[in-house]
């Protein structure tokens, strides 16, 4: 990253993203959790008595699906906008539990363990003060850092001996990584009136790509298929995913093995990878850490 980059205000983009969060977004949040880390759809807290981090937590909404998935959850996040949206998400949610009344809500509420705080993965100090988790999870963020490596390293050593490890990295394609920068710096350029306009503008251009895409397969052309299973897939917001994709800054890529080989060296397991294939996007990872550390005897 340059010494002058500008940095993307993931938060008021996650700010005007929060009100769009309903009951249907945050079952779609859950439902990827759970097919993520291939839990039984049948079970109503698989993950409980398991410790979670969401390193950046953006608006809370990966947070909220872990809790409800039985978790302990700490959510981080640089972001102070970020953090207001998750600690607002876990308040709305602490909120609806206090005025249910039935059993099942009250044994919730009392198993229920959720703290957010205000602190950056790049911070040893406060990183090593969280302890390790089950699961680590953090997805489309490290490579916002300007320090991808140093992110990715520090959020892997909070993995338990045999926890999760679940990432998601924007795939290197070389000179099209190179000219989606410049994309991203002309937004940082303008004023911020404009970009609204920059982002439809640019957003258009693709989704009228795409569209010629689809007709020539002999699909519909019109997108709304797309879209809905954007949201299907995360819960996510078509228009917001666009101004977080073009205006995002930091930003950096990598190929699946400069991700795989480093944490393979570190202990790592690789038990899930979904990429792009030559397209744009995240290449998601799911990985699984050792008992015990490289080099050890098993602690024997």
Not at 247 to 274: D, H, K, T, Y
Request: proline content about 4%.
């Amino acid at each position: 990253m340059r010494a002058d980059e500008a940095r993307f205000a993931f938060g008021k983009n996650w700010t005007s993203f929060l009100k769009q969060v309903d009951v249907g977004r945050a079952e779609q949040a859950v439902a990827s959790l759970q097919q993520l880390f291939q839990l039984d759809p049948g079970q109503s807290q698989p993950l409980a008595g398991k410790s979670f981090l969401d390193i950046g937590s953006g608006s809370g909404l990966f947070s909220l699906a872990a809790v409800s998935l039985g978790a302990s959850v700490v959510s981080i996040d640089i972001d102070a906008e970020s953090v207001a949206c998750t600690q607002q998400l876990k308040d709305q949610f602490e909120a609806s539990l206090a005025t249910r009344n039935d059993i099942e809500s009250e044994a919730a509420a009392g198993r229920h363990d959720w703290r957010v705080e205000h602190l950056s993965v790049l911070d040893a100090e406060a990183m090593s003060a969280l302890g390790t988790f089950d699961i680590v999870y953090s997805w489309g963020v490290l490579h916002h850092t300007g320090e991808m490596e140093m992110a990715i390293a520090s959020a892997a050593d909070k993995v338990a001996g045999g926890g999760w490890f679940a990432i998601a990295i924007y795939h290197d394609q070389g000179g099209a990584s190179r000219r989606w920068l410049a994309i991203k710096r002309g937004y940082h350029a303008l004023p911020a009136f404009l970009r609204g306009g920059y982002v439809a503008a640019i957003a258009g251009a693709y989704e009228t790509k795409f569209a010629a895409a689809r007709l020539l397969r002999g699909r519909n052309p019109l997108p709304f298929a797309d879209w809905r299973a954007k949201r299907n897939d995360r819960g996510m917001s078509v228009w917001h995913d666009w101004v977080d994709w073009i205006g995002g800054l930091p930003f950096e890529v990598a190929s699946p093995e400069a991700i795989i080989m480093p944490l393979r060296r570190q202990g790592f397991v690789l038990e899930n990878l979904r990429t792009v294939g030559s397209g744009w996007g995240c290449n998601e990872y799911v990985f699984r850490r050792t008992p015990f550390p490289p080099g050890t005897d098993g602690g024997s």
